[in-house]
């Protein structure tokens, strides 16, 4: 159960089976099975989806003027250097 602020007051058991009959006497609602929670609370998807290749974050000091010019070229300037560096290797 995740901390509650400081403060914050439970239902006793009582209150709570009152809650419960009052709820299971309302016409208009229903407790859900578990494979219409599924439904309903799709699985979640945190953060980006793996990548097939990883790379390697790394920090290097490159010259203003090189740096300029392939931000200039527009988006994906990071990797047309990388592709680069890769041609240069030999990879």
Known sequence: MPRLKRGTILPSAKEEAAIAKGIAGDPDTYEPGA???????PEPRLGRPPAAVTKERITIRLTREVVRRFRASGPG????????LKKVVGL
Do not use: F, H
């Not at 300037?77 to 680069?84: A, N, S």
């Open 35 to 41: 494979a219409e929670w599924k439904r309903m609370k």
């Open 77 to 84: 300037w990071q990797t047309r250097i990388d592709d680069l």
